[in-house]
């Protein structure tokens, strides 16, 4: 090979070196650091963190965070003025991000500086529908009581969910349903709709009308009163009475008669004609066994008292409303398919 062309073959390859060189991107002492994903709602605002770091050896001035997003995505601020990062040293900066549809949103952020090469991180933003809030009538417990042949007997709805509602009273919890269970006049589930612009409702075709602000329920001819289920791990104090008869009044009868009385401690007193004052979170335990224990609220409406002599009882509770419509267990308890009323009721 000729001295010439070894020339010109080096003179070539320098070429390339220097123009590879020349296109390689600049390294930039900025660094960002952004979460890597962030799940969101539509219309739901989330808070994210983004940090900015130097990382070369000499401080940078004047830094400045840009969030840079897609259309469909808000971002509060959309530029942060840093200012100096000293070597080594970060700062965090909150951002608000809010998105307005689920069409792939892109969200980037940048950092920049005086004669300093750009740095960005993208977070992968991941978005869904905002939930459906329940219906006003989902929930709802609603109970009227009958009297016949010298007995009065209760009958009721629980609202399951925006399908379907219980009919009947709820016995050891609220119930689920997934398909109609009651057949004729028997307890059980059923289909239901309500329209909530007029408050007419219809429970598998008989008519009827519930109106939230009133706490009007109508099925049919009948009207009922709302009952509030109370919440997991609920104590209060408070005392009611249940009263009823059986047989032919007045030609003959007899009358069951039970006391309930409730603390705030845990404790409980249930049987027939107990008397005394016990006080707020005051103890039963002078009473015998067999009528009083320790009671606990938990989910779907259930309380569970445990006798002092060991047996149990498992009942769905729910406390009356007031005439103003509010809930005042003292003005009334349902335990199932008894109803103790309580000192601020007027029976």
Same mark, same amino acid.
């Given at each position: 090979?000729?001295?010439?062309?070894?020339?010109?073959?080096? @003179?070539?390859?320098?070429? /390339?070196? +220097?123009? &590879?060189? =020349?296109?390689?991107? %600049?390294?930039?002492?900025? $660094? !960002?650091?952004?979460?890597?994903?962030?799940?969101?709602?539509?219309?739901?605002?989330?808070?994210?963190?983004?940090?900015?770091?130097?990382?070369?050896?000499?401080?940078?001035?004047?830094?400045?965070?840009?969030?840079?997003?897609?259309?469909?995505?808000?971002?509060?601020?959309?530029?942060?003025?840093?200012?100096?990062?000293?070597?080594?040293?970060?700062?965090?900066?909150?951002?608000?991000?809010?998105?307005?549809? @689920?069409?792939?949103?892109? /969200?980037? +952020?940048? &950092?920049? =500086?005086?004669?300093? %090469?750009?740095?960005?991180? $993208? !977070?992968?933003?991941?978005?869904?529908?905002?939930?459906?809030?329940?219906?006003?009538?989902?929930?709802?417990?609603?109970?009227?009581?009958?009297?016949?042949?010298?007995?009065?007997?209760?009958?009721?709805?629980?609202?399951?969910?925006?399908?379907?509602?219980?009919?009947?009273?709820?016995?050891?919890?609220?119930?689920?349903?997934?398909?109609?269970?009651?057949?004729?006049?028997?307890?059980?589930?059923?289909?239901? @709709?309500?329209?909530?612009?007029?408050?007419?409702?219809?429970? =598998?075709?008989?008519?009827?009308?519930?109106?939230?602000?009133?706490?009007?329920?109508?099925?049919?001819?009948?009207?009922?009163?709302?009952?509030?289920?109370?919440?997991?791990?609920?104590?209060?104090?408070?005392?009611?009475?249940?009263?009823?008869?059986?047989?032919?009044?007045?030609?003959?009868?007899?009358?069951?008669?039970?006391?309930?009385?409730?603390?705030?401690?845990?404790?409980?007193?249930?049987?027939?004609?107990?008397?005394?004052?016990?006080?707020?979170?005051?103890?039963?335990?002078?009473?015998?066994?067999?009528?009083?224990?320790?009671?606990?609220?938990?989910?779907?409406?259930?309380?569970?008292?445990?006798?002092?002599?060991?047996?149990?009882?498992?009942?769905?509770?729910?406390?009356?409303?007031?005439?103003?419509?509010?809930?005042?267990?003292?003005?009334?308890?349902?335990?199932?398919?008894?109803?103790?009323?309580?000192?601020?009721?007027?029976?």
């Amino acid at each position: 090979m000729s001295r010439l062309r070894v020339v010109l073959v080096f @003179t070539s390859l320098a070429c /390339l070196v +220097f123009a &590879a060189s =020349a296109a390689a991107k %600049p390294r930039s002492d900025l $660094r !960002v650091q952004a979460p890597k994903a962030s799940n969101l709602t539509v219309g739901k605002t989330v808070k994210l963190k983004v940090a900015v770091s130097d990382r070369g050896r000499a401080a940078i001035p004047a830094v400045v965070l840009l969030a840079k997003a897609s259309k469909g995505v808000t971002v509060q601020p959309a530029k942060v003025k840093v200012g100096k990062l000293a070597p080594g040293k970060r700062k965090v900066e909150v951002f608000a991000v809010t998105v307005t549809s @689920t069409a792939k949103p892109k /969200l980037t +952020f940048v &950092a920049k =500086a005086p004669g300093e %090469p750009k740095a960005s991180d $993208r !977070v992968a933003l991941k978005v869904g529908e905002e939930a459906k809030a329940a219906s006003a009538i989902v929930g709802r417990y609603f109970w009227r009581s009958e009297y016949i042949v010298g007995s009065t007997y209760l009958h009721g709805f629980y609202v399951v969910d925006e399908h379907w509602i219980y009919r009947g009273i709820p016995a050891g919890g609220l119930p689920t349903c997934t398909a109609q269970t009651a057949q004729g006049e028997a307890d059980g589930c059923l289909p239901y @709709t309500w329209d909530e612009a007029s408050g007419v409702l219809n429970v =598998a075709g008989t008519l009827g009308e519930f109106k939230p602000d009133t706490h009007t329920f109508k099925v049919g001819e009948d009207f009922y009163s709302e009952a509030i289920p109370v919440p997991a791990g609920t104590k209060f104090d408070v005392t009611g009475s249940y009263i009823n008869s059986f047989g032919i009044c007045p030609l003959s009868c007899s009358f069951t008669t039970i006391e309930l009385s409730m603390s705030s401690n845990g404790e409980f007193a249930r049987a027939a004609g107990i008397a005394g004052f016990f006080g707020e979170g005051g103890s039963y335990g002078a009473l015998p066994p067999e009528d009083h224990g320790t009671y606990a609220i938990d989910a779907r409406g259930r309380i569970v008292f445990t006798y002092a002599d060991g047996h149990i009882v498992t009942n769905t509770i729910a406390a009356m409303t007031d005439k103003a419509g509010n809930p005042d267990p003292n003005y009334g308890i349902l335990l199932d398919d008894l109803d103790f009323f309580g000192p601020h009721s007027d029976v």
